[in-house]
């Protein structure tokens, strides 16, 4: 184990003395990069450790990287987080959901001080639920910045929520320089939605830290067989489905356990099962997990199950199978893309078919068929790292950076022609209004009288030369 | 003595004023420009004309006499608590930091902070109204938790100058902190 560990950390600083070379070697343009969402630490989820993750590799690669969100609490102003990674907890009101009002005007001033103090030349958005981020394109569009924008969910195209944001998302994405889906499944969805251009659309997956997940088989009782699931108990992740499987699997098979991690609405669900068969003893549900603790449950179990009813890609199953877990999960949206064939069993979202495929995975359990858990973890490690992501975000990154942005009447003529008479003419007039406001504040406080900031990372950080000369607070 | 020009935050002229006593014992004047006679003619002629504009249509003179009080109360306030014209830090050390403002009026406000609560003088970022700028502030200990910090103390909060003066002002206060 400790063993492994060093071994990690050799490999690791191996691939940073090679990253040193080829970035002493290759004159490969440093990008001052603007991360925008909604969704940052301290809020907790799929997006939030994306970002962090891909600016500390971008950060590691010689970029400099900074992150705008909105104040969380108490927690408002600048703060700065491990290798001096600056993040912007602005005062905007929030509005629904942990996401921001939107007007699409009474950012721009804040946004505009911040893109400009720090010198932005491409303003990576993320999440299509966060309306800060939608701004965000929209201003830096005006401002004549390259844009690129990460969608981490799949929607639908029926009901009438879905529509309206799908409308949102045709004019938001329809001048935005590239866009970064993380599944193909998701590429697919995306490009149908906001009527894009699939040449602008690149897939790059999600990654998880392969060092904060490994196996430990001796901490897992093998007299009897466990089922992790570790999910939001939300409708969205099927726990509807959980609910119908728990009692079936448990009358046939007396030594068989749940473990279910997380909290949610959908609670009262797996509650009320536990007390109508009486399972107090092998149905534990563990509540609200920290990212820390995730592994000491994962590593309980035997085979980890995910019923989503729909997922763009699926961080749990990569987490679970990295921790060495057999992985049960249903065929929905861009899960089958995330693992190869032998390291998870695919069922249809029903209690059946989920069952059966359960005790496919219990019976190969039960003879002991299944590859040993270092095995799994080996295969997986290598499929999904931060710092391959960081690599192919660069590529989009140099691409985008080689790309003019529109002009405003080019931008106006694309909104008219590509969003509908409607839409389209309405947001050309907040497109032109947006830009006289953006006048309005060059004449107001010009761009002389903005001082530049201190830069934190990047090619030109101070950080790292003069120590802790400067304070944060 | 040495006395530079800079700019504050708006890209007004503001100057700022070294004085060196001794070794562990400077004094830093940041004046803002004096209260310009158009703008003062500008505000009173605004609220004279809305006067006589009030004036014609109710044909009443309290109108009129009330608009040369407003004018002369408003002045009278924004000399006495709005404009200030010195913003002075006076650091020694060993002993303390000694922040002062003077209005136009005259009027002086003068708060002491002894050494011992001092634990770092630093340049800022904090966001102001809708802008992020620079800043230098005072950070006091926490009497319970020497480690922590308890309050943040911003100074020059009327001029706001921009980061090149605040970066010679704060050389200079480090070079006497870390004396002591």
């Not at chain 1, 989009?396 to 694309?414: G, M, S, W």
């Amino acid at each position: 184990m400790g063993q492994r560990k060093r071994a990690a950390i050799r490999d690791s600083l191996a691939n940073q003395i090679m990253d040193g070379i080829t970035l002493g070697h290759q004159d490969s343009p440093k990008h001052n990069i603007c991360m925008v969402s909604d969704f940052f630490y301290p809020n907790m989820g799929g997006v939030e450790s994306h970002i962090y993750q891909l600016s500390q590799c971008l950060i590691e690669r010689g970029h400099k990287v900074i992150i705008v969100t909105h104040a969380y609490g108490n927690r408002k102003g600048i703060r700065y987080l491990t290798n001096a990674l600056k993040v912007y907890y602005l005062p905007l009101q929030v509005m629904y959901n942990q996401s921001t009002a939107t007007t699409c005007f009474h950012s721009l001033p804040l946004l505009r001080c911040v893109f400009v103090r720090e010198r932005i030349t491409v303003v990576h958005a993320h999440s299509s639920f966060s309306a800060m981020a939608h701004d965000s394109l929209f201003h830096a569009k005006t401002m004549g910045l390259n844009t690129v924008f990460t969608d981490h969910s799949l929607f639908g195209f029926a009901d009438v929520s879905s529509v309206l944001t799908n409308k949102l998302l045709t004019v938001s994405l329809c001048d935005t320089s590239h866009i970064i889906c993380v599944s193909y499944t998701s590429k697919e969805n995306t490009v149908l939605r906001a009527a894009l251009d699939p040449e602008i659309v690149s897939v790059i997956p999600n990654a998880v830290d392969p060092t904060d997940f490994t196996p430990d088989p001796s901490q897992r009782d093998d007299s009897k067989i466990t089922i992790v699931v570790i999910s939001r108990l939300v409708y969205r992740k099927g726990i509807d489905l959980l609910g119908g499987i728990i009692p079936e699997l448990c009358l046939k098979y007396p030594q068989l356990h749940f473990l279910i991690g997380g909290e949610g609405p959908k609670r009262i669900v797996l509650e009320e099962v536990r007390e109508k068969y009486q399972l107090h003893d092998r149905v534990r549900l563990l509540g609200a997990l920290e990212h820390k603790d995730v592994r000491n449950v994962l590593i309980q179990g035997h085979i980890f199950l995910n019923t989503s009813l729909t997922e763009a890609f699926c961080m749990a199953i990569v987490e679970g199978a990295s921790c060495g877990l057999q992985v049960v999960s249903t065929r929905v949206g861009g899960i089958p893309e995330v693992l190869p064939k032998e390291l998870i069993t695919l069922c249809e979202p029903t209690v059946s078919s989920l069952c059966e495929g359960l005790e496919m995975v219990i019976a190969r359990q039960r003879a002991g068929t299944v590859p040993p858990p270092a095995t799994i973890h080996s295969r997986v490690r290598t499929l999904y790292t931060w710092r391959n992501v960081a690599e192919r975000t660069e590529k989009v990154y140099d691409r985008v950076a080689k790309e003019t942005v529109q002009p405003l009447h080019r931008r106006l003529h694309r909104l008219q022609a590509h969003c509908g008479p409607v839409a389209g003419c309405i947001f050309a007039f907040i497109a032109v209004l947006d830009f006289l406001f953006l006048l309005l504040l060059q004449w107001l406080v010009p761009d002389s009288v903005i001082d530049l900031a201190v830069d934190a990372s990047g090619p030109h950080a101070l950080w790292k030369r003069s120590g802790n000369r400067k304070h944060s607070v | 003595m040495t006395e530079d020009e800079f700019t504050d935050i708006n890209g007004k002229a503001i100057s700022l004023q070294c004085q060196s006593h001794s070794n562990f014992c400077r004094e830093f004047t940041v004046s803002a420009p004096k209260l310009s006679l158009r703008r003062i003619m500008v505000y009173t002629c605004s609220v004279w004309l809305v006067a006589y504009v009030v004036f014609f249509f109710t044909q009443n003179t309290a109108v009129l006499s009330s608009a040369i009080f407003i004018t002369l109360v408003g002045m009278m306030l924004h000399i006495h608590f709005v404009k200030i014209d010195h913003e002075t830090l006076l650091i020694v050390g060993s002993l303390g930091v000694q922040v002062s403002s003077s209005y136009a009026s005259g009027r002086e406000s003068t708060t002491f902070i002894e050494m011992s609560k001092i634990k770092d003088i630093v340049i800022n970022e904090a966001i102001y109204m809708q802008r992020v700028i620079y800043s230098l502030c005072i950070l006091l200990k926490d009497p319970s938790d020497p480690g922590a910090v308890s309050t943040v103390v911003p100074l020059f909060q009327s001029s706001k100058p921009r980061l090149n003066c605040l970066v010679k002002v704060y050389r200079s206060c480090q070079e006497i902190l870390a004396q002591c």
